[in-house]
């Protein structure tokens, strides 16, 4: 922080990126003689210093942007890749956005690839463990900030943003029409990826809530962790649909949506339990027109992935004006506009 004055100055910013003040000045100044990796520190430093003056733009060069991408779902995959795809059709050719799907979404191999990343800059859909938490804080430590999209890295202090909706908010919702759509009362279950992602501990979290408050009578009777996996999800659903009897409602905060939906078209007719997942991906559009699925909360990766950019490249300092709001708004899609 600047020493008791109201304004920053190159002393401060010295102290902040850890150089010496003449380093400083043949930054600011454009004197060379100065790697790349300390420019691009100095001036991050006089940027969060909010130092008044006109910063040089040292990123003329190639700026590369990595998309991490922990094993997600072929369906969720598909979406979220022609979202980046999209955005990097519109990009400056100074910039390159290089997507990476990392089979491993072991915590440690997360991690590992973190810190072996050659990137100026990452977004990383991810786990949030202490491992991965620890790689992107020393990533942002070394002047390459990280972005978190999708679902939050809340142990990580050094991530510079979430991009994404508000899971929270979208598991609240999912309580409220649960609670309200439901033909009468009864057991409710939760399905899910794995609580290890902040995403699905926040929508289970907001559903607890959403469903106490509208239908304190409607308990959750079990909460079921497949991984995405669909045999999985199908066998711990009609284990539960057995072990319940009487469940009125199902939520997915994960994928696996269609081999739960084959479970469902055994155990009922299609319309007698409220079955609320999450994106409106083909497969679960013609889920909701067959009547099987009830709702599905979307989420517009189009959006996130130009938003999670746009936020990595002001940092960086080729983006003059300020980014968007890091929070992207959630839709609710039934048969009737699927």
């Given at each position: ?7 920053a ?28 990796a ?5 001036i ?23 998309a991490?991408?922990?094993?997600p ?30 089979a ?29 938490a ?37 598991g ?12 009468r ?7 899910t ?33 497949s ?47 409220v ?13 909701l ?31 003059d ?17 699927a």
């Amino acid at each position: 922080m600047p020493n008791g004055r109201n304004k920053a100055g190159l002393q401060d910013v010295a102290r902040l990126a850890g150089v010496g003040i003449a380093t400083v000045d043949r930054v600011l100044n454009e004197r060379g003689n100065v790697s790349p990796a300390t420019a691009r520190r100095v001036i991050e430093a006089a940027r969060q210093l909010d130092l008044k003056r006109v910063l040089p733009r040292p990123y003329v060069r190639r700026i590369r942007i990595e998309a991490l991408l922990a094993k997600p779902d072929p369906p969720f995959l598909l979406r979220l890749t022609r979202g980046f795809n999209t955005i990097a059709a519109t990009l400056d050719r100074a910039v390159i956005l290089q997507r990476t799907i990392l089979a491993d979404a072991e915590p440690a191999a997360v991690a590992a690839r973190l810190r072996g990343s050659m990137a100026d800059a990452v977004i990383l859909y991810g786990e949030d463990h202490p491992d991965v938490a620890a790689a992107v804080d020393e990533l942002a430590a070394s002047g390459r900030p990280v972005v978190s999209m999708v679902t939050d890295l809340a142990r990580a202090r050094g991530r510079l943003a979430y991009v994404g909706i508000d899971n929270v908010k979208a598991g609240r919702t999912a309580g409220f029409l649960a609670a309200r759509l439901s033909r009468r009362q009864g057991p409710v279950l939760v399905l899910t990826n794995s609580t290890g992602f902040r995403a699905h501990l926040d929508r289970i979290e907001g559903f607890r809530t959403g469903l106490a408050r509208e239908a304190p009578e409607m308990p959750i009777a079990a909460v079921l962790e497949s991984h995405d996996e669909d045999d999985r999800a199908a066998r711990l659903v009609k284990k539960a649909l057995a072990d319940h009897p009487g469940v009125v409602a199902l939520y997915n905060t994960g994928g696996a949506v269609a081999a739960v939906a084959a479970v469902l078209r055994r155990w009922r007719q299609p319309g007698e339990l409220v079955y609320i997942g999450h994106e409106l991906s083909p497969e679960n559009a013609e889920l909701l027109r067959e009547g099987v699925l009830t709702i599905a909360i979307d989420q517009a990766f189009e959006l996130q992935a130009r938003r999670a950019v746009e936020i990595l490249l002001h940092r960086l300092g080729c983006l003059d004006w300020p980014p968007a709001a890091a929070e992207v708004p959630f839709t609710l899609h039934t048969r009737e506009n699927a």
